[in-house]
């Protein structure tokens, strides 16, 4: 069943076409890759269903409802949650606060709950969130440490952890693996797996395919904003057009991970 459709969408900036018509369908429960080029619109595709940026055309469904243009906190609270390229994280708070924050969405206290006392259901609420958060991507034993003392393979993990406080049914990767070494790679594929097992559906923009083919089921090929390919990891590794999209990219791993070489499991 989709849980995410993109129909027809299309974002223009003055004469920019960054996105051109382009439709994917993310089934729920899966692990659903977008990849493409260095400007094939991939980031705008993701800005368009965070609600950053509203389509120029076409429609947004998630669940069956028509979400385009909606606030980004709107949208974050039907639970479609969206990490970033470069890490969020308030950097002087401790691993345990930055994951509190994240907490906001489904703990909120008001003045007048205040008053009446019922926050306090809210915030303990919240701090089991938080431990549920941090247990699940083991940085529960580093709770007091402060995130910009972790290393960056840890950084990246607190970011998710942090969303997962959000408690999101879809959630949005952006580049994910970015910076990370071979072990932190497997790791964070691990950790992957582990929130489908949850019931998580992840759609994840990347650069690095061998993580891309070793862990999605299905991906997206966007190439000038709009739609190249799509199909199951096999499928795109033997696709002419991807390949020859991609020629000239060896920094993305694309060569070997079409030659069948990914990470292993």
Same mark, same amino acid.
């Given at each position: 069943m989709a849980l995410l459709e993109v129909r027809g969408v299309t974002r223009r900036f003055g004469g920019l076409l960054a996105v051109n018509d382009l439709s994917l369908t993310?089934?729920?429960?899966?692990?659903? +890759?977008?990849?493409?080029?260095?400007? $094939? +619109?991939?980031? !705008?595709?993701?800005?368009?269903?965070? @609600?950053?940026?509203?389509?120029?055309?076409? *429609? =947004?469904?998630? @669940?069956? *409802?028509?979400?385009s243009g909606?606030?980004?906190?709107?949208?974050?609270?039907? @639970? =479609? =949650?969206?990490?970033?390229?470069g890490t !969020?994280? #308030?950097q002087p708070f401790s691993v345990y606060d930055n994951v509190l924050l994240g907490c906001h969405l489904t703990a909120r206290a008001s003045l007048l709950s205040g008053v009446m006392g019922s926050d306090r259901a809210k915030r303990k609420a919240a701090a089991a969130q938080t431990e549920e958060a941090l247990r699940l991507f083991d940085l529960w034993d580093r709770r007091g440490e402060l995130a910009g003392n972790l290393p960056h393979?840890? *950084?990246? $993990?607190? @970011?998710?952890?942090?969303?997962?406080?959000?408690?999101?049914?879809?959630?949005?990767?952006?580049?994910?693996?970015?910076?990370?070494?071979?072990?932190?790679?497997?790791?964070?594929m691990e950790l992957m797996r582990r929130l489908k097992q949850l019931g #998580? !559906?992840?759609?994840? #923009?990347?650069?690095?395919?061998? $993580? #891309?083919?070793?862990?999605?089921?299905?991906?997206?090929?966007?190439?000038?904003?709009?739609l190249l390919a799509e199909g199951e990891p096999e499928e795109i590794r033997e696709n002419p057009e991807v390949v020859a999209a991609y020629l000239g990219a060896a920094d993305f791993g694309i060569d070997k991970a079409l030659a069948g070489e990914t990470h292993a499991a």
């Open positions: 993310v089934e729920a429960g899966s692990i659903h +890759g977008l990849i493409g080029p260095n400007g $094939a +619109g991939k980031t !705008t595709t993701f800005n368009i269903i965070s @609600g950053f940026y509203t389509p120029s055309a076409g *429609q =947004v469904l998630y @669940g069956g *409802q028509d979400i909606l606030p980004t906190h709107r949208i974050a609270a039907l @639970g =479609v =949650v969206r990490t970033f390229q !969020t994280l #308030v393979g840890l *950084q990246r $993990a607190l @970011g998710m952890a942090v969303a997962m406080a959000a408690k999101p049914k879809l959630l949005l990767l952006d580049e994910p693996f970015t910076g990370m070494n071979p072990e932190e790679t497997r790791r964070m #998580v !559906t992840l759609l994840l #923009v990347e650069h690095d395919m061998q $993580a #891309v083919m070793g862990l999605c089921e299905r991906i997206t090929v966007m190439n000038f904003g709009s």
